[in-house]
């Protein structure tokens, strides 16, 4: 396990390394090597279920959201976990939540369905049975109405819930949620639906934190492009953290990121985590391309607009992704002019205005028509700076001159077209592309910020 991952009180049957801690005044974080850190006021577990979540079909992203949404508003979270659709499974996970944690979520399981278990699931837990709620039976039989559709007669199964549960009102889906008390837990019951859970946990959950006195955690992050978790510790090294703070690492490819994690519970931690964040971000120098939420292309687009630039792109072996991380930020069509994705070397000379007696000379993957995918990027878009990416991403292609892995990169402005190249290895393809677009993308900003 890495340096600085935090661990926290669990039950054994749980995935992580765990110690079971109970001072006096409630629960205690403990970093790796049991250094006390400061009380928690809350703490929290994640639950999902679902077949397509425990047969590794569909990712689980609500419990990464919901991990940080309670993270920024107080909640220490012990686990995160799954069970298959299966009512026995999944009573057995609210049992084993509820006997260590102030609160649980639950997503998933609310469903009109045969395998929808949630609210049965929660009543055989807390030993209660089933009854149907005519308010939510109406607001089901409502929401069909403005949709203008029939409502099939299984859907009233999301108008049942435990006796005894709050039910909470779905303002975006037909699914209602509840809450009750299991074991020593509050348990929230959220639909799976991405944009139903978010709308429900800001309407619900966060009110109830609030009113139970969590504190919003203190984080900062610092991220990096093409800088390994390995060197970025190295050049924090001998770097000391105040009480109250804790030095970690993230890893989220292709990117890698120092986070400082502050305890709202310590009186000096705010004014401490700014001065350690002052000396991160000097120790990081060019290579931290932003804080907190900002993203690599976010930054670019506005360095581009300090100058009043804007940037085309060319590319082959990402087929079109650095242009797609430009555009991810809204309001991106101010610096963005337009890409091109030329994988044949008929579009490269067609479009792009690549000789064809360079592409004979050099090859495509070759810095010297990446030169050229960059100017004929700017030219054919009509855009101050032009991004040009041609590469052999795997897994076949490879040559030992030219191995899977290495792309090559062209970057032209109205000053200088230069050209590098780089060798990721075989890595796989999709991380190759990956890599290559945001490599791209950091180029550009260290030229921009540079004056390059």
Not at 28 to 45: C, D, F, K, Q, Y
Not at 262 to 270: E, K, N, R, S, Y
Not at 334 to 362: D, F, I, M, N
Not at 389 to 406: F, S, Y
């Amino acid at each position: 396990m890495r340096r600085g991952i935090l661990v926290g009180p669990v039950l054994p049957n749980w995935r992580e390394p765990c110690e079971q801690v109970e001072p006096p005044g409630g629960l205690e974080r403990l970093n790796l090597i049991g250094r006390r850190i400061a009380p928690v006021t809350l703490t929290a577990r994640i639950l999902s279920q679902g077949d397509e979540l425990t047969t590794g079909a569909t990712q689980d992203t609500n419990a990464g959201w919901l991990a940080r949404f309670l993270w920024e508003r107080g909640a220490w979270v012990l686990g995160i976990a799954s069970a298959p659709d299966d009512l026995e499974a999944i009573s057995r996970l609210y049992t084993e939540a509820a006997r260590d944690c102030d609160l649980f979520v639950s997503t998933g399981g609310l469903g009109p369905t045969d395998d929808d278990y949630s609210a049965e699931a929660a009543a055989k837990t807390a030993g209660v049975g089933l009854r149907e709620d005519a308010d939510a039976a109406r607001r089901v039989r409502a929401w069909f109405r403005r949709m203008n559709r029939p409502m099939p007669e299984c859907n009233l199964k999301q108008a049942r819930f435990p006796e005894g549960a709050e039910i909470l009102e779905n303002p975006v889906g037909t699914a209602p949620g509840f809450a009750m008390t299991i074991g020593r837990a509050r348990a929230f019951f959220f639909p799976g639906v991405p944009r139903e859970l978010y709308v429900m946990a800001e309407k619900h959950l966060a009110p109830w934190l609030v009113a139970r006195g969590a504190r919003p955690s203190l984080r900062r992050r610092f991220h990096c492009c093409g800088v390994g978790e390995s060197t970025l510790q190295e050049r924090l090294e001998g770097l000391r953290a105040p009480e109250g703070i804790r030095i970690g690492y993230k890893t989220w490819m292709p990117f890698n990121s120092v986070v400082l994690y502050g305890d709202p519970g310590v009186a000096a931690a705010a004014d401490a985590m700014a001065g350690l964040g002052a000396e991160v971000r000097n120790r990081l120098g060019e290579d931290c391309f932003g804080e907190d939420e900002a993203t690599l292309a976010s930054v670019v687009g506005g360095l581009l607009q300090a100058r009043g630039w804007t940037v085309g792109v060319a590319e082959s072996c990402t087929a079109g992704m650095a242009a797609a991380m430009l555009t991810e930020v809204p309001g991106s069509s101010a610096w963005v002019r337009g890409g091109v994705v030329a994988y044949a070397s008929g579009l490269k000379t067609g479009l792009l205005g690549v000789p064809e007696a360079l592409l004979a000379a050099h090859g495509a993957v070759s810095e010297e028509v990446a030169r050229a995918m960059a100017e004929g990027a700017r030219r054919t878009a009509g855009a101050d700076a032009g991004i040009g990416i041609t590469g052999i991403a795997g897994p076949d292609g490879g040559t030992p001159e030219k191995p899977v892995g290495m792309v090559c990169f062209g970057l032209a402005t109205p000053h200088e077209t230069l050209a590098r190249t780089v060798r990721y290895g075989d890595r796989g393809r999709a991380l190759v592309r990956t890599l290559a677009a945001a490599t791209a993308l950091d180029w550009l900003r260290r030229r921009l910020a540079g004056g390059g």
